[in-house]
């Protein structure tokens, strides 16, 4: 059986928290979106709603530049999930929605994607992070030059 969305994010979650050293020396700021993608009753959704939690937002976003990057955003979607359909469209108008939320990311500075698949968010992830702390290392020598 695959693993669902649910099961994606638990390993993404796993994978950072072993980056968790790094991260905390790299000074970033990360954060899952969970409630974001869960059917709530409705006296909750609507409590959630009044307090701000946001339809279509990434399920995972880290404040941490890296290269030109001032962020990364993953939206998260359990493997073998197809993002279109065969005429090319988004899948449906939630995904549209996610993708339109993306694009205004990624003209604010940011790394937007999604990420189908545990495998992939880890990639994403991992080059990332790789990217940072090089910059990270680049600016500790100048300093010390």
Do not use: C
């Not at 899952?32 to 307090?51: Q, S």
């Not at 992830?125 to 300093?143: G, N, Q």
């Amino acid at each position: 059986m695959l693993p669902s969305e649910d099961d994606v994010q638990a390993m993404l979650a796993d994978h950072i928290a072993w980056h968790n050293a790094k991260l905390l020396r790299l000074r970033a700021v990360w954060s899952f979106n969970y409630l974001a993608g869960v059917r709530l009753p409705l006296h909750i959704a609507v409590r959630a709603k009044r307090l701000g939690v946001k339809r279509a937002l990434p399920d995972f976003d880290m404040k941490l530049r890296s290269g030109e990057y001032v962020g990364l955003a993953l939206e998260l979607k359990r493997p073998n999930f197809k993002l279109t359909k065969r005429n090319g469209e988004w899948r449906d108008e939630h995904t549209a929605e996610q993708a339109e939320i993306l694009d205004r990311l990624r003209a604010q500075g940011w790394r937007a994607e999604f990420a189908v698949g545990y495998d992939e968010a880890r990639r994403i992830f991992d080059a990332y992070l790789a990217r940072a702390e090089a910059d990270h290392k680049k600016l500790s020598t100048d300093v010390n030059k």
